[in-house]
């Protein structure tokens, strides 16, 4: 299950029971990137 957070330079997508960082995206569109991920589930 996975969630955003907010990092310097851009937007992580994190497991929310492990805390290990599944995907980092930074620049334009990072956050509606990182978003469409987190709905997804992965």
Do not use: E, N
């Not at 995206?25 to 997804?40: E, N, S, T």
């Amino acid at each position: 299950m996975p969630k955003l957070v907010r990092t310097k330079g851009g937007y992580k997508v994190v497991d929310k029971y492990t805390g290990k960082t599944i995907k980092t995206f930074r620049g334009v569109g990072a956050r509606a990137k990182a978003q469409a991920r987190v709905r997804k589930g992965y």
